[in-house]
């Protein structure tokens, strides 16, 4: 098994450029998540999704889209790239058990450069 | 929402030394509390859970423990090691999808 992957590891982006970052998961799992990691800020939720077709907004959402149509794939979205989105971005899949474990298994990570 | 503060932000040990870090959240309904690991360059690892019907949970070296009166958790380390040096990470959850994570302590263990 693969677990996750992530594409690309690395991108440089030029203000104002869209780009799509791609996740893929083989474990079967139902939830998806797209994290940004900022030096001394943690991992701040972007959005995530609860099952195929789905998508719901996180903590930090704003200059984002997602887009789940296969249930492997979770699809994170910049339509016009800004110097402020320059992050390491993260995705994870997981599962909950009777309500009480959110567990979650994390991607490689994309690093993102925004000039 | 929730909002976890964890403290403190670095940490340095030496090598054999005991290690704790601590996190505190705000929603009184959270009832799950997974600790990540994040080695440099690497991704964020599941390392232990607690949930909130325990106390206390114990993993060869690595423990944790629930204060669910006074809202906080913390993560034990005991005889710290080199390969120990991370970023930790706490979180909390009502169990729902989503975490809330705290903003990390670098822990250096030094030989």
């Known amino acids: 098994n693969a677990g996750v992957t992530q594409t690309p590891k690395f991108r440089v982006l030029k203000t104002g450029q869209s780009m799509t970052l791609l996740c893929a998961q083989d474990?079967?799992?139902?939830?998806m998540y797209w994290y940004r990691q900022d030096p001394g800020m943690g991992l701040r939720l972007i959005h995530y999704?609860?099952?195929?077709?789905?998508?719901a907004k996180g903590e930090v959402p704003d200059g984002y889209n997602v887009s789940r149509l296969k249930k492997q794939n979770f699809l994170l979205g910049l339509e016009s790239a800004a110097p402020s989105q320059t992050s390491v971005y993260f995705c994870?899949?997981?599962?909950?058990?009777?309500?009480?474990?959110?567990?979650?298994?994390f991607g490689p990570g994309t690093r993102l450069t925004v000039l | 929402g929730e909002n976890v503060e964890q403290h403190p932000s670095t940490l340095s040990v030496q090598e054999g030394d005991s290690a704790v870090i601590k996190c505190t959240y705000s929603d009184s309904a959270s009832n799950y509390f997974p600790w990540y690991k994040q080695e440099l360059g690497k991704r964020p690892q599941l390392i232990i859970d607690?949930?909130?019907?325990?106390g206390e949970k114990k993993d060869q070296r690595i423990a944790v423990t629930l204060n669910k009166t006074a809202k906080h958790f913390s993560l034990h380390i005991t005889e710290t090691q080199p390969e120990d040096s991370a970023v930790y990470f706490c979180?909390?959850?009502?169990?729902?999808?989503?975490?809330?994570f705290g903003k990390g302590t670098m822990l250096l263990v030094s030989p």
């Open positions: 999704s609860v099952g195929e077709g789905t998508t």
């Open positions: 607690i949930r909130s019907n325990v």
């Open positions: 994870a899949s997981g599962f909950t058990t009777s309500g009480e474990r959110s567990v979650q298994y």
């Open positions: 979180a909390a959850s009502r169990g729902y999808s989503t975490l809330t």
């Open positions: 474990m079967n799992h139902e939830y």
